[in-house]
């Protein structure tokens, strides 16, 4: 287990984890680390706390005793070393002082009027990544100069993939948005460098698999491409969608969406396989250093006996894991525990089945997230409280399924209800799933609690929700995977998502959640790619309401060109508790969808409440992509 802090629900991302695992930083790392191994002995001064993750993520770098300045954390252990207090340094011995931290020049000079004049004193400043990859020069670890992230990326055996979002930054005033691009391959060697310019106003972006490779004159590959955004404004958080599309005789079409810059110890969600599937974990390391033997382990669900991996994987490279080889009995609706030990970011899982594939994501499970009694009692304002919105698709067509799934490592049960509506938000029924266990194996076909003829042709949606009416806990991290499939099984989609409270005036703990500042978020911007290559894009929008809200939505369809030029507007309106279908070749005229072009998308925007979505792509032949939407 990495000795990292990476993500705190109330504090947000970890900057400091950012500026030491960026890819350049840990090249200079590996230099610094050079140049200390003949600078010996070597004092750590660790004024931030800097020194665990430090030395966990670079064990090479040289540190013969640790100081700190702060008198209540002498004696503590980080790196392995005990920390002593920094009054010690000039009689311990050491002819180098390494600060653990950046913008350090308070403390070097406050060091260098201390020690003796022939102990050279340095800092992390040396290991800074370059000032042309930095949004704010003044001070380092701003987050806004560590909008990063990777993402799974493919151009083998037919298979492509092509990364889809929009400069949403130049909605919060930045104007010179660019993307320094690094692209691995599956042995973590690095196959290309670039960087892009980002539209100047809030237009679209692309990375293509097929294009970068015929760019590069690559050989076929299946890695990750690591993507860092500068300039940016507003947050520094990378979103995007991502395509897996097949080629000839690969005929799988599937749609995942951005990794969560965020190592976890634990990641849930994993589906076993059924009897003729197949199922991969997509293990890639976000590290310069390689995962060790044992370092990934997965477990079912609740059984709490790891398997693990005894191999090594090396630095940022990448391993298909078919489950089957650490957990070769189990079978679906059962599911599996990641235990990562936070040395990937949220990795992505492939279904194979009757020569098809599915890409789909795990969830990060979180850590010291307790029981909240407060869901249990939570006032009439509230309504219904947390929902996880997802669609019924056309049940005529479609098989619609969902598996709850635990997130949370303390969490032991989940009560849970199903609220069933149509397209016009009217109820059509209640389905109680219980008092689940944390190693259930309760999927539920929407088949087997809707009526004979209802959502045929248009499909609705459902909300999960708690019921404790056969007791159990709550800590409002509520998930699910919703799995939809052909009736005539040639193809099949699968996505998860989490709960939260929707359109409600109260707030409860950040609830109803907004994309940027305080809540309650109670406006939508939803970013929908448009199709391309015979391929149509689809939205199954959803109004959820925890409680009462507005009855209908006012919703504003917004097609944008590539550079964000906005060309025309269509409006729609949802109904409370309702969903719709939305087609953009079926509601704006070709000419305007030729107009916007291949990086053009929608913005779905709605001033008077919040919306959630499902988005993905169809093509003649029935071939379907589903998952959730991102917003800005």
Same mark, same amino acid.
């Given at each position: 287990?990495?000795?990292?802090?990476?993500?705190?629900?109330?504090?947000?991302?970890?900057?400091?984890?950012?500026?030491?695992?960026?890819?350049?930083?840990?090249?200079?790392?590996?230099?610094?680390?050079?140049?200390?191994?003949?600078?010996?002995?070597?004092?750590?001064?660790?004024?931030?706390?800097?020194?665990?993750?430090?030395?966990?993520?670079?064990?090479?770098?040289?540190? %013969?005793?640790?100081?700190?300045? %702060?008198?209540?954390?002498?004696?503590?252990? #980080?790196?392995?070393?005990?920390?002593?207090?920094?009054?010690?340094?000039?009689? /311990?011995?050491?002819?180098?002082?390494?600060?653990?931290?950046? %913008?350090?020049?308070?403390?070097?000079?406050?060091?260098?009027?201390?020690?003796?004049?022939?102990?050279?004193?340095?800092?992390?400043?040396?290991?800074?990544?370059?000032?042309?990859?930095?949004?704010?020069?003044?001070? *380092?670890?701003?987050?806004?100069?560590?909008?990063?992230?990777?993402?799974?990326?493919?151009?083998?055996?037919?298979?492509?993939?092509?990364?889809?979002?929009?400069?949403?930054?130049?909605?919060?005033?930045?104007?010179?948005?660019? *993307?320094?691009?690094?692209?691995?391959?599956?042995?973590?060697?690095?196959?290309?460098?670039?960087?892009?310019?980002?539209?100047?106003?809030?237009?679209?972006?692309?990375?293509?698999?097929?294009?970068?490779?015929?760019?590069?004159?690559?050989?076929?590959?299946?890695?990750?491409?690591?993507?860092?955004?500068?300039?940016?404004?507003?947050?520094?958080?990378?979103? *995007?969608?991502?395509?897996?599309?097949?080629?000839?005789?690969?005929?799988?079409?599937?749609?995942?969406?951005?990794?969560?810059?965020?190592?976890?110890?634990?990641?849930?969600?994993?589906?076993?396989? #059924?009897?003729?599937?197949?199922?991969?974990?997509?293990?890639?390391?976000?590290?310069?250093?390689?995962?060790?033997?044992?370092?990934?382990?997965?477990?079912?669900?609740?059984?709490?006996?790891?398997?693990?991996?005894?191999?090594?994987?090396?630095?940022?490279?990448?391993?298909?894991?078919?489950?089957? &080889?650490?957990?070769?009995?189990?079978?679906?609706?059962?599911?599996?525990? $990641?235990?990562?030990?936070?040395?990937? $970011?949220?990795?992505?899982?492939?279904?194979?089945?009757?020569?098809?594939?599915?890409?789909?994501?795990?969830?990060?499970?979180? &850590?010291?997230?307790?029981?909240?009694?407060?869901?249990?009692?939570?006032?009439?304002?509230?309504?219904?409280?947390?929902?996880? +919105?997802?669609?019924?698709?056309?049940?005529?067509?479609?098989?619609?399924?969902?598996?709850?799934?635990?997130?949370?490592?303390?969490?032991?049960?989940?009560?849970? #209800?199903?609220?069933?509506?149509?397209?016009?938000?009217?109820?059509?029924?209640?389905?109680?799933?219980?008092?689940? +266990? #944390?190693?259930?194996?309760?999927?539920?076909?929407?088949?087997?609690?809707?009526?004979?003829?209802?959502?045929? &042709?248009?499909?609705?949606?459902?909300?999960?929700?708690? %019921?404790?009416?056969?007791?159990?806990?709550?800590?409002?991290?509520?998930?699910?995977?919703?799995?939809?499939?052909?009736?005539?099984?040639?193809?099949?989609?699968?996505? /998860?998502?989490?709960?939260?409270?929707?359109?409600?005036?109260?707030?409860?703990?950040?609830?109803?959640?907004?994309?940027?500042?305080?809540?309650?978020?109670?406006?939508?911007?939803?970013?929908?790619?448009?199709?391309?290559?015979?391929?149509?894009?689809?939205?199954?929008?959803?109004?959820?309401?925890?409680?009462?809200?507005?009855?209908?939505?006012?919703?504003?369809?917004?097609?944008?060109?590539?550079?964000?030029?906005?060309?025309?507007?269509?409006?729609?309106?949802?109904?409370?508790?309702?969903?719709?279908?939305?087609?953009?070749?079926?509601?704006?005229?070709?000419?305007?969808?030729?107009?916007?072009?291949?990086?053009?998308?929608?913005?779905?925007?709605?001033?008077?409440?919040?919306?959630?979505?499902?988005?993905?792509?169809?093509?003649?032949?029935?071939?379907?992509?589903?998952?959730?939407?991102?917003?800005?």
């Amino acid at each position: 287990m990495l000795d990292i802090q990476t993500f705190d629900a109330v504090k947000g991302g970890n900057v400091i984890y950012k500026a030491l695992a960026h890819p350049l930083a840990a090249e200079a790392m590996e230099r610094l680390a050079a140049r200390l191994a003949g600078m010996g002995p070597v004092a750590l001064f660790d004024p931030d706390q800097v020194a665990g993750p430090l030395l966990t993520m670079y064990p090479a770098l040289r540190a %013969d005793a640790l100081f700190v300045q %702060d008198v209540r954390q002498v004696g503590e252990t #980080r790196g392995g070393l005990a920390a002593r207090p920094m009054t010690e340094i000039a009689a /311990s011995g050491a002819r180098t002082v390494l600060v653990a931290g950046f %913008d350090a020049q308070r403390h070097l000079a406050l060091l260098r009027a201390v020690l003796p004049a022939e102990t050279q004193v340095i800092s992390l400043d040396e290991a800074k990544i370059p000032e042309a990859r930095i949004t704010n020069p003044k001070r *380092y670890l701003d987050p806004l100069n560590f909008a990063m992230n990777y993402a799974f990326f493919r151009e083998q055996d037919g298979l492509s993939t092509r990364l889809v979002t929009a400069n949403y930054w130049a909605g919060y005033g930045a104007t010179a948005v660019r *993307y320094f691009l690094r692209l691995y391959d599956g042995a973590g060697a690095i196959l290309a460098e670039w960087e892009e310019a980002a539209p100047r106003g809030a237009g679209g972006v692309a990375f293509d698999s097929r294009e970068i490779s015929a760019r590069f004159g690559l050989s076929p590959f299946t890695g990750q491409l690591f993507i860092h955004a500068v300039g940016v404004a507003g947050h520094d958080v990378v979103k *995007y969608a991502l395509d897996t599309i097949g080629a000839g005789n690969e005929q799988s079409l599937s749609c995942t969406h951005d990794a969560n810059a965020w190592p976890s110890a634990r990641f849930a969600g994993l589906p076993a396989p #059924r009897a003729d599937e197949k199922v991969i974990l997509w293990v890639q390391n976000s590290h310069a250093t390689p995962i060790p033997v044992g370092g990934i382990a997965l477990d079912r669900m609740g059984a709490e006996a790891p398997v693990p991996l005894m191999e090594e994987i090396p630095a940022f490279a990448t391993r298909a894991l078919d489950v089957a &080889e650490l957990l070769p009995d189990l079978r679906w609706p059962a599911q599996i525990e $990641v235990r990562a030990g936070r040395h990937v $970011v949220r990795p992505r899982y492939e279904v194979v089945r009757g020569g098809r594939t599915r890409v789909a994501h795990v969830n990060v499970e979180r &850590e010291g997230l307790a029981a909240d009694p407060g869901i249990l009692t939570l006032p009439p304002e509230m309504g219904r409280g947390f929902l996880l +919105p997802f669609p019924i698709l056309p049940r005529r067509q479609y098989r619609s399924q969902v598996l709850p799934t635990p997130m949370a490592e303390a969490e032991t049960s989940m009560p849970l #209800r199903l609220d069933l509506f149509d397209g016009e938000g009217n109820p059509l029924g209640q389905h109680f799933l219980g008092n689940l +266990p #944390r190693d259930h194996d309760v999927m539920i076909d929407l088949d087997s609690v809707l009526h004979e003829g209802a959502l045929m &042709e248009t499909g609705g949606h459902a909300d999960l929700v708690y %019921d404790f009416r056969d007791g159990g806990e709550a800590n409002g991290w509520l998930h699910a995977l919703m799995r939809y499939e052909r009736r005539d099984e040639s193809h099949a989609a699968e996505t /998860s998502f989490g709960g939260h409270i929707f359109n409600t005036l109260m707030t409860y703990k950040g609830e109803p959640q907004s994309y940027s500042g305080p809540p309650p978020g109670l406006t939508t911007r939803l970013f929908l790619k448009l199709g391309g290559e015979g391929r149509a894009s689809f939205s199954h929008l959803i109004y959820p309401a925890s409680g009462p809200w507005a009855e209908r939505s006012e919703t504003h369809l917004q097609l944008h060109d590539g550079e964000g030029t906005l060309i025309t507007e269509e409006a729609v309106s949802i109904a409370r508790s309702g969903s719709m279908l939305i087609r953009p070749d079926l509601i704006f005229a070709d000419a305007d969808i030729a107009k916007a072009g291949p990086r053009g998308y929608v913005l779905i925007r709605d001033r008077t409440c919040r919306l959630f979505g499902y988005h993905g792509l169809i093509d003649p032949e029935g071939r379907f992509s589903l998952d959730h939407m991102f917003g800005f």
